[in-house]
C-alpha cells in the first residue's frame, strides 16, 4: 500500500505536468496564428514589388540585384538573430522581428523611386519570423514529435501563401499598381493601400507576441546551465556560431541542406519573373496561381508529412525527398506552359516540404536545446544565401540558356548528392 503523502505528491506533480503541456501548446498554437499572418504579409509585398519593379525601370538582372540585396542582408542577419534569440529569449526576438516586418511595409508604402526599393529591404536584417517561430516550436515540443510539429508550421506557409497572394492579386488589380503624372517624371505609387495593410497586420502580429509569448523558451535546465555562459558571449561571436558545426552530423547535413536545395531555390526566386514573361500572368492570375501552391503545401503539410515522420526513419525521408526533386528538375527541363506546371508543383511542393522539415528536423536534434536558435538561423542563413547566389545566377541562366537549363542543373545536382548519400547509408550499414 503506497502512503498517503506519496499518492498526493504524485497526483499534484501528474497535475503540474498536465498543465504545463497545456499551457505549451497554447503557445505553440499562437506561433502558428503569428507564423501564418506573417506569412499572409510577406506574400502580399510578393504580389506587389515584381510589377511595381517592372514599373520603375527594372529588367530581369537588376530585379535579380535586388533579390540578391536581400539575401545578402538575410545571410549576415540569420545567424546573428538565431543567436540573439537564444540570448535574450522568444518574446524579445518575436518583437524585434515583427516591428522590422511593420518598418518594411512602410518603407514600401513610400516608394517612389528604383533606389527606394533597395533601401525598403535594409529591414530584412531583423525580420526572421519563421526561424524565430520554428526555434519556439523546436524548444516546446517533444523530440520524437519534433518533425511534425515544425511540419505544421509549414501549413501554415500553405494559408498565408493563399491568403497573401489572393488578397494581394486582388488589391493590385481593384487599385492599380501605378500611375504617371502627365506633369513630373517621377513615378506616382497606388500600392500605398496594399502595404499599409501589410503594415497594420505585422503591428498586430506583434501585440500578439507581447501579450502570449513568453520571455524564453528554454528549459529551466538548459537555462541553469548555459545562461551565465551565454550571457558573458555576445550575439556577433562567430566563434559560437560556427561552433554548432562540430556537433556530429552537423556538417554534412548543413552541406546537402545548401547543395541540394540551391537549383530549386534558384527557381523559387526566379519565379515571380517566369510567371510574368515565360506565362505571361497577370497580378491576379500569379495570385490564384500561388493560392495553389499553398493549397497544395496545406494537403503536404497538414496531412501527408506528419504520418510519413512516424512511418518512416529521417534519412529515409530525405533520400525520398531528394529523389523526386531531380524528377521535378527533369519535369522542368521540358515544361512548356502553366498548366505543366500546376502538375509539376504537386511533387514539387512535396520534396521541398518533406527537404526543409526533416533536414531542420535532424539539425535541431542534433545540438543541445540551449542552442536550437543559433542552428535554426544557420538554417535560415541557407535561404538567404540561396537567395542571394539564385537571383544573378537564375537571371543569368534564365537570359542566356533559357528556364529549361535551370531544371537540368536541379536534376543533374540532385541526382549526384542522392548517389552520395545512398553511398553513404551503404557504408554505415555494411
Same mark, same amino acid.
Given at each position: 500500500?503506497?502512503?498517503?503523502?506519496?499518492?498526493?505528491?504524485?497526483?499534484?506533480?501528474?497535475?503540474?505536468?498536465?498543465?504545463?503541456?497545456?499551457?505549451?501548446?497554447?503557445?505553440?498554437?499562437?506561433?502558428?496564428?503569428?507564423?501564418?499572418?506573417?506569412?499572409?504579409?510577406?506574400?502580399?509585398?510578393?504580389?506587389?514589388?515584381?510589377?511595381?519593379?517592372?514599373?520603375?525601370?527594372?529588367?530581369?538582372?537588376?530585379?535579380?540585384?535586388?533579390?540578391?540585396?536581400?539575401?545578402?542582408?538575410?545571410?549576415?542577419?540569420?545567424?546573428?538573430?538565431?543567436?540573439?534569440?537564444?540570448?535574450?529569449?522568444?518574446?524579445?526576438?518575436?518583437?524585434?522581428?515583427?516591428?522590422?516586418?511593420?518598418?518594411?511595409?512602410?518603407?514600401?508604402?513610400?516608394?517612389?523611386?528604383?533606389?527606394?526599393?533597395?533601401?525598403?529591404?535594409?529591414?530584412?536584417?531583423?525580420?526572421?519570423?519563421?526561424?524565430?517561430?520554428?526555434?519556439?516550436?523546436?524548444?516546446?515540443?517533444?523530440?520524437?514529435?519534433?518533425?511534425?510539429?515544425?511540419?505544421?508550421?509549414?501549413?501554415?506557409?500553405?494559408?498565408?501563401?493563399?491568403?497573401?497572394?489572393?488578397?494581394?492579386?486582388?488589391?493590385?488589380?481593384?487599385?492599380?499598381?501605378?500611375?504617371?503624372?502627365?506633369?513630373?517624371?517621377?513615378?506616382?505609387?497606388?500600392?500605398?493601400?496594399?502595404?499599409?495593410?501589410?503594415?497594420?497586420?505585422?503591428?498586430?502580429?506583434?501585440?500578439?507576441?507581447?501579450?502570449?509569448?513568453?520571455?524564453?523558451?528554454?528549459?529551466?535546465?538548459?537555462?541553469?546551465?548555459?545562461?551565465?555562459?551565454?550571457? /558573458?558571449? *555576445? !550575439? %556577433? $561571436?562567430?566563434?559560437?556560431?560556427?561552433? =554548432?558545426? #562540430?556537433?556530429?552530423?552537423?556538417?554534412? &547535413?548543413?552541406?546537402?541542406?545548401?547543395?541540394?536545395?540551391?537549383?530549386?531555390?534558384?527557381?523559387?526566386?526566379?519565379?515571380?519573373?517566369?510567371?510574368?514573361?515565360?506565362?505571361?500572368?497577370?497580378?491576379?492570375?500569379?495570385?490564384?496561381?500561388?493560392?495553389?501552391?499553398?493549397?497544395?503545401?496545406?494537403?503536404?503539410?497538414?496531412?501527408?508529412?506528419?504520418?510519413?515522420?512516424?512511418?518512416?526513419?529521417?534519412?529515409?525521408?530525405?533520400?525520398?525527398?531528394?529523389?523526386?526533386?531531380?524528377?521535378?528538375?527533369?519535369?522542368?527541363?521540358?515544361?512548356?506552359?502553366?498548366?505543366?506546371?500546376?502538375?509539376?508543383?504537386?511533387?514539387?511542393?512535396? /520534396?521541398? *516540404? !518533406? %527537404? $526543409?522539415?526533416?533536414?531542420?528536423?535532424? =539539425?535541431? #536534434?542534433?545540438?543541445?536545446?540551449?542552442? &536550437?536558435?543559433?542552428?535554426?538561423?544557420?538554417?535560415?542563413?541557407?535561404?538567404?544565401?540561396?537567395?542571394?547566389?539564385?537571383?544573378?545566377?537564375?537571371?543569368?541562366?534564365?537570359?542566356?540558356?533559357?528556364?529549361?537549363?535551370?531544371?537540368?542543373?536541379?536534376?543533374?545536382?540532385?541526382?549526384?548528392?542522392?548517389?552520395?548519400?545512398?553511398?553513404?547509408?551503404?557504408?554505415?550499414?555494411?
Amino acid at each position: 500500500m503506497r502512503p498517503e503523502g506519496k499518492t498526493t505528491t504524485d497526483a499534484v506533480s501528474s497535475q503540474a505536468n498536465v498543465t504545463d503541456q497545456q499551457k505549451r501548446t497554447k503557445i505553440i498554437y499562437i506561433v502558428y496564428l503569428i507564423a501564418a499572418l506573417d506569412i499572409t504579409w510577406m506574400f502580399l509585398q510578393f504580389s506587389v514589388t515584381p510589377y511595381l519593379a517592372k514599373k520603375l525601370g527594372f529588367d530581369t538582372l537588376w530585379f535579380g540585384y535586388l533579390q540578391t540585396t536581400v539575401g545578402v542582408i538575410q545571410l549576415l542577419g540569420g545567424p546573428m538573430f538565431g543567436r540573439f534569440a537564444d540570448l535574450f529569449g522568444a518574446r524579445v526576438a518575436l518583437s524585434l522581428a515583427c516591428s522590422s516586418t511593420v518598418v518594411f511595409f512602410l518603407l514600401l508604402a513610400i516608394a517612389d523611386h528604383p533606389a527606394m526599393l533597395f533601401i525598403q529591404k535594409l529591414p530584412t536584417i531583423f525580420m526572421h519570423v519563421i526561424p524565430a517561430s520554428q526555434m519556439v516550436v523546436a524548444d516546446l515540443s517533444a523530440p520524437e514529435k519534433r518533425a511534425d510539429a515544425l511540419s505544421k508550421l509549414g501549413l501554415c506557409f500553405g494559408i498565408g501563401m493563399i491568403a497573401g497572394s489572393t488578397l494581394g492579386g486582388h488589391l493590385n488589380t481593384r487599385y492599380g499598381l501605378f500611375s504617371i503624372s502627365t506633369h513630373s517624371s517621377k513615378y506616382k505609387t497606388n500600392e500605398t493601400f496594399t502595404a499599409c495593410c501589410g503594415a497594420a497586420g505585422s503591428a498586430f502580429s506583434l501585440l500578439l507576441v507581447l501579450k502570449f509569448i513568453p520571455k524564453t523558451t528554454k528549459t529551466q535546465s538548459s537555462r541553469t546551465n548555459t545562461d551565465s555562459e551565454n550571457k /558573458s558571449k *555576445s !550575439v %556577433f $561571436n562567430l566563434g559560437e556560431i560556427t561552433r =554548432l558545426m #562540430k556537433f556530429p552530423g552537423v556538417t554534412q &547535413t548543413f552541406v546537402v541542406k545548401v547543395i541540394a536545395g540551391l537549383p530549386s531555390g534558384i527557381f523559387q526566386v526566379m519565379f515571380s519573373i517566369i510567371a510574368l514573361e515565360f506565362f505571361k500572368l497577370e497580378p491576379q492570375q500569379n495570385g490564384n496561381l500561388m493560392a495553389y501552391f499553398g493549397i497544395v503545401q496545406m494537403v503536404i503539410q497538414g496531412g501527408v508529412i506528419g504520418r510519413l515522420t512516424g512511418r518512416y526513419s529521417e534519412s529515409s525521408l530525405l533520400l525520398l525527398s531528394i529523389a523526386i526533386s531531380s524528377l521535378v528538375g527533369l519535369a522542368l527541363a521540358y515544361m512548356q506552359n502553366v498548366f505543366h506546371f500546376c502538375i509539376i508543383v504537386i511533387p514539387m511542393m512535396f /520534396s521541398l *516540404s !518533406v %527537404f $526543409n522539415v526533416i533536414t531542420d528536423s535532424i =539539425l535541431t #536534434k542534433s545540438v543541445p536545446s540551449s542552442d &536550437t536558435g543559433t542552428m535554426l538561423g544557420l538554417c535560415a542563413s541557407v535561404q538567404s544565401l540561396l537567395r542571394t547566389v539564385g537571383p544573378t545566377a537564375g537571371g543569368f541562366l534564365y537570359v542566356n540558356y533559357g528556364l529549361s537549363s535551370i531544371g537540368l542543373i536541379q536534376f543533374v545536382v540532385n541526382v549526384a548528392v542522392f548517389v552520395f548519400l545512398l553511398q553513404h547509408r551503404l557504408k554505415k550499414s555494411a
